[in-house]
């Protein structure tokens, strides 16, 4: 089977394409690399099983959006499987910082510090046999969201792969172990969708297969109880920003059927901030694009972005 490549121009991460991209140096243990000349080992814990953690981050008008919460969830994440990244905090963010400055980065920028435990001495499981420091990667890359994307809002599909508890796999950790994920993913682009809703394993409404989601119903703002979605730092800010503003949050279980009654729908993420949603399970939103109370939502998080 093979997936279209046109899957990028509708995925809640799409994004305008910018040949400047082509020529970005990419960080890697302390040196800066060419693109195409960026390698790690095949012995390297994150390549041999997913071993490590990640942060994206969004730079505009010379500022990294939520820098800080970035980074603490990042030595949160370190610290859940006994990883030390060998860098401090403010280390790690002069690193993130550098990677856009050593590009010319300053608005429209979007930086990926992807941290593995290192480079093992036999390709296995076992996090004793890792030879050395940590791996780390900082890639940064133009990237501003593809507004007619975003205008025409996502489609999205409920997968049968369900969102886990933390006993079974965190969500809450950004961990570069994906596949369950992308499972969903592909279940949704198969039947037609740009992104993949998921349950837990109650079977309420949890996240979706990359971002958090959201819906409107009767002028308040719905979402799931957290207890297995990704701990989203635009999420929270949402969250944060509507209960400022005297909006109802309502933050909690909820089925698909009460999804299916929404008056609006819109999905979260460092990227794309808000990006609404059109169609849910073949059902269109009555809004397609961004309703009344998303479209308020977003004048706030653009006003907080750029403070």
């Given at each position: 089977?093979?997936?279209?490549?046109?899957?990028?121009?509708?995925?809640?991460?799409?994004?305008?394409?910018?040949?400047?991209?082509?020529?970005?140096?990419?960080?890697?243990?302390?040196?800066?690399?060419?693109?195409?000349?960026?390698?790690?080992?095949?012995?390297?814990?994150?390549?041999?099983?997913?071993?490590?953690?990640?942060?994206?981050?969004?730079?505009?008008?010379?500022?990294?959006?939520?820098?800080?919460?970035?980074?603490?969830?990042?030595?949160e994440g370190a610290n859940s499987i006994a990883?030390?990244?060998?860098l401090s905090r403010e280390e790690v963010k002069?690193?993130?910082?550098?990677?856009?400055?050593?590009?010319?980065?300053?608005?429209?920028?979007?930086?990926?510090?992807?941290?593995?435990?290192?480079?093992?001495?036999?390709?296995?499981?076992?996090?004793?046999?890792?030879?050395?420091?940590?791996?780390?990667?900082?890639?940064?890359?133009?990237?501003?969201?593809?507004?007619?994307?975003?205008?025409?809002?996502?489609?999205?599909?409920?997968?049968?792969?369900?969102?886990?508890?933390?006993?079974?796999?965190?969500?809450?950790?950004?961990?570069?172990?994906?596949?369950?994920?992308?499972?969903?993913?592909?279940?949704?682009?198969?039947?037609?969708?740009?992104?993949?809703?998921?349950?837990?394993?109650?079977?309420?409404?949890?996240?979706?297969?990359?971002?958090?989601?959201?819906?409107?119903?009767?002028?308040?703002?719905?979402?799931?109880?957290?207890?297995?979605?990704?701990?989203?730092?635009?999420?929270?800010?949402?969250?944060?920003?509507?209960?400022?503003?005297?909006?109802?949050?309502?933050?909690?279980?909820?089925?698909?059927?009460?999804?299916?009654?929404?008056?609006?729908?819109?999905?979260?993420?460092?990227?794309?901030?808000?990006?609404?949603?059109?169609?849910?399970?073949?059902?269109?939103?009555?809004?397609?694009?961004?309703?009344?109370?998303?479209?308020?939502?977003?004048?706030?998080?653009?006003?907080?972005?750029?403070?």
């Open positions: 089977m093979q997936l279209s490549p046109q899957a990028s121009t509708t995925s809640s991460q799409a994004y305008r394409a910018d040949d400047r991209n082509e020529t970005v140096l990419v960080y890697i243990n302390g040196e800066y690399v060419p693109r195409q000349e960026a390698r790690i080992s095949v012995f390297d814990a994150g390549y041999v099983c997913g071993d490590g953690v990640w942060e994206g981050v969004r730079l505009v008008n010379g500022k990294v959006i939520s820098f800080d919460l970035h980074v603490n969830r990042l030595f990883m030390d990244i060998g002069n690193v993130i910082t550098k990677t856009f400055e050593t590009n010319g980065m300053v608005d429209g920028a979007h930086a990926r510090l992807m941290v593995t435990r290192g480079v093992k001495k036999t390709p296995n499981q076992d996090p004793r046999f890792i030879i050395g420091k940590a791996t780390v990667v900082c890639v940064a890359e133009h990237k501003v969201v593809d507004a007619s994307a975003k205008k025409k809002g996502l489609s999205l599909y409920t997968s049968t792969i369900r969102c886990s508890a933390p006993d079974v796999f965190d969500l809450r950790l950004n961990s570069h172990s994906r596949l369950n994920f992308i499972q969903a993913l592909i279940q949704a682009i198969n039947a037609g969708a740009d992104e993949a809703i998921m349950l837990d394993p109650h079977g309420f409404v949890s996240s979706c297969n990359s971002t958090n989601f959201f819906v409107v119903r009767d002028g308040a703002l719905w979402t799931s109880s957290g207890r297995y979605c990704f701990n989203g730092i635009t999420r929270a800010t949402i969250l944060r920003l509507a209960r400022e503003a005297g909006i109802p949050v309502h933050e909690g279980d909820y089925t698909l059927a009460e999804t299916y009654a929404a008056q609006e729908a819109f999905v979260t993420g460092t990227l794309g901030g808000i990006t609404p949603v059109s169609m849910i399970d073949g059902r269109r939103v009555p809004t397609e694009g961004m309703g009344s109370l998303t479209s308020r939502l977003n004048d706030l998080y653009q006003q907080y972005i750029i403070a």
